[in-house]
């Protein structure tokens, strides 16, 4: 089992940055693919971004595409979501949900398909 800390959340404006930060313990990330999902107040958690353990597969949402970059340091423990050019409509709690199973097709963009999640981190973003 890996255990999964959020961080780097906060109110920002729009147009403002934000880098959050998805740390693992409890056994070794490597081999974890990781996953971001939001989840707005009244809506649906939606997927975010997603990259494979070895860093060579990258997955965005199409809403996030061009904006956002998801990457990782498996040295560090830790996969990194830069947000740029943030929106009023990016705010949300940010989840880190990471899984060790081999991914196909939709599985990648599936939160029912991570077994690994963290606690989230608010992000904010005032028009």
């Known amino acids: 089992q890996v255990q999964l800390v959020e961080s780097g959340g906060g109110l920002v404006q729009a147009g403002d940055s934000l880098r959050l930060h998805c740390a693992a313990s409890g056994r070794t990330f490597t081999g974890f693919h990781i996953g971001w999902f939001r989840q707005a107040p009244g809506k649906e958690r939606e997927f975010v971004a997603a990259i494979s353990w070895a860093g060579d597969r990258l997955f965005y949402a199409d809403s996030v595409q061009g904006r956002f970059t998801i990457s990782r340091d498996n040295v560090k423990n830790t996969v990194y979501l830069q947000m740029n050019s943030l929106k009023p409509e990016d705010t949300a709690v940010y989840y880190c949900?990471?899984?060790?199973?081999?991914?196909?097709?939709?599985?990648?963009?599936?939160?029912?398909?991570?077994?690994?999640w963290g606690q989230g981190t608010q992000v904010t973003v005032s028009s």
């Open positions: 949900a990471g899984d060790p199973y081999s991914k196909y097709g939709s599985s990648w963009y599936d939160g029912n398909e991570y077994e690994n």
